[in-house]
C-alpha cells in the first residue's frame, strides 16, 4: 500500500473546502509547491513551520486563504526560500502579469543574497487567497536576515523606525512580500519580548496616525481573550504595512504560547462580532468548510490577530491547525463541530483594498 503523505492530505482539505465555498479550485495555482513542501509521511511532524495554516479575515470573508511551510526530515531553510520565492514568482507571472513580475523583482533582491541564505535559521513560507474567480494574492513570508532593513522600501522604513524607537522590546521577525492581481505591498512583523500592556501601544499609534483606533483594538483583543489587558513576553508579534490609506497595524497572539487562553475563544469571537452578523455567518460557514467527513471539527486556533487602518475600525482574523495532518483522529475528538449558520451569505460586497482593473504597484 503506497505511503499517504501530509501533502495528499492538505491537498484534499483545500479541494473540498473550495468546493463547499463556491471558490475556484486552489490546486491548479499551488498544487505543485504543496506536493514538494509536504513530501513526508502523514502523521510526522517537525519542529517548524506549521505545515498548513487556513486563515480567515473578516475583510475577505468569503476567500480561501492558507500558508504552506515546507518540512520534512531533509528541508533545509534555503529550500524553504527557494520553494517559496519560485512558487511566488509562478503564480505571479502566471495570473498577475509582467508588470507585477517587476515589481517581484525590486522587492525580493535582497532575499537572494548568499548573505541571507546562509544566514537563516527557519527560511520562509508561502501563501495564496482564493476566490469565486482564482487565486487573489499570494505572498511570500521571509524570516528576517541582514540587508533587510536597508532594503525596505522607504515608507515601510519609516514606519519600522517609528515602532523600533515607540515601543521598546520589538525585534524584527519576518518580512512578507505580498502581489495581488491589482497591487502589490510589503510588511514587517516584530516579535514582543517584553510583556506588552495593550495600553502601550497607543503612542505608537498616535505617531502613525492612528491613535483614533487604538481603543477598538485594545478593547477588541482583550475581549476575545477574557479581559487579558497584557499579553505575556513571547506571545505577541507586531506587523506594519503601508497601504494608500495609510499605515495598517496587525497584532496577533500566539494562542500555543499564551498559559491559559480562553476556553470560550470562538464564543468570544461570535460575541465581539455581534454588530457585523455577516462576520459571524461567514466564519461559521468558513469552519464548516474546513471539517473533514468523519470529524467533530476543523481543528484548532492557532493565532488571533487583530488589525486596524486608519479607515478600517478593529476586525478579526484567525490562524487554524487543520484537524488531519497530524494523521491523529481521536485526539480532536473533544472538539465541538460548529454549528451552520442560519443563512448562506452571498452577495457580499467586494473587500479587495484596492480594486482598480489594472496592476497597480504602490511604492509601499
Known amino acids: 500500500m503506497p505511503i499517504r503523505t501530509a501533502a495528499a492530505k492538505a491537498k484534499e482539505l483545500l479541494y473540498r473546502a473550495s ?176 510583556a506588552l500592556p495593550l495600553a502601550n501601544l497607543q503612542p505608537l499609534m498616535e505617531r502613525l496616525g492612528l491613535g483614533h483606533r487604538h481603543g477598538g483594538l485594545m478593547s477588541a483583543l482583550a475581549f476575545i481573550l477574557g479581559a487579558r489587558f497584557t499579553l505575556p513576553p513571547d506571545t505577541a508579534a507586531l506587523t506594519l504595512r503601508p497601504t494608500r490609506a495609510g499605515a495598517e497595524v496587525r497584532l496577533d497572539v500566539d494562542l500555543d504560547a499564551l498559559p491559559d487562553p480562553p476556553a470560550q475563544l470562538m464564543a468570544l469571537m461570535r460575541l465581539q462580532m455581534t454588530e457585523r452578523p455577516k462576520s459571524i455567518q461567514s466564519l461559521d460557514r468558513w469552519l464548516l468548510a474546513l471539517t473533514p467527513d468523519g470529524y467533530p471539527g476543523p481543528g484548532t486556533v492557532s493565532v488571533l490577530s487583530v488589525w486596524v487602518r486608519p479607515d478600517l475600525p478593529a476586525r478579526i482574523a484567525l490562524y487554524l491547525r487543520p484537524v488531519g495532518l497530524d494523521g491523529d483522529h481521536e485526539r480532536h475528538a473533544h472538539e465541538e463541530r460548529p454549528k451552520p449558520p442560519e443563512a448562506a451569505t452571498s452577495g457580499l460586497e467586494d473587500r479587495s483594498e484596492w480594486s482598480s482593473s489594472a496592476w497597480a504597484p504602490y511604492a509601499g
Not at 138 to 152: H, I, K, R, T, V
Not at 159 to 173: Q, W
Open 19 to 194: 468546493r463547499n465555498l463556491g471558490l475556484a479550485n486552489p490546486l491548479e495555482d499551488v498544487g505543485e509547491v504543496i506536493e514538494q513542501s509536504l513530501a513526508y509521511p502523514l502523521g510526522e511532524s517537525y519542529r517548524t513551520p506549521e505545515p498548513l495554516s487556513p486563515t480567515f479575515s473578516e475583510t475577505t470573508p468569503e476567500n480561501l486563504s492558507f500558508m504552506v511551510g515546507a518540512n520534512g526530515p531533509r528541508v533545509t531553510p534555503a529550500d524553504r526560500i527557494d520553494s517559496s520565492t519560485q512558487a511566488l514568482y509562478r503564480v505571479v507571472g502566471n495570473r498577475f502579469g509582467p508588470q507585477a513580475l517587476r515589481w517581484l523583482d525590486d522587492h525580493v533582491d535582497a532575499i537572494k543574497s548568499h548573505d541571507y541564505h546562509r544566514s537563516a535559521s527557519y527560511g520562509a513560507s508561502f501563501g495564496s487567497s482564493f476566490d469565486r474567480n482564482g487565486v487573489t494574492e499570494s505572498y511570500a513570508q521571509y524570516e528576517w536576515g541582514p540587508m533587510l532593513m536597508d532594503s525596505l522600501p522607504a515608507p515601510l522604513y519609516r514606519i519600522a523606525r517609528v515602532a523600533m524607537e515607540s515601543l521598546p522590546g520589538l525585534r524584527p521577525s519576518l518580512s512578507t512580500v505580498r502581489c495581488g492581481r491589482s497591487s502589490g505591498s510589503q510588511q514587517v512583523t516584530f516579535e514582543m519580548e517584553r
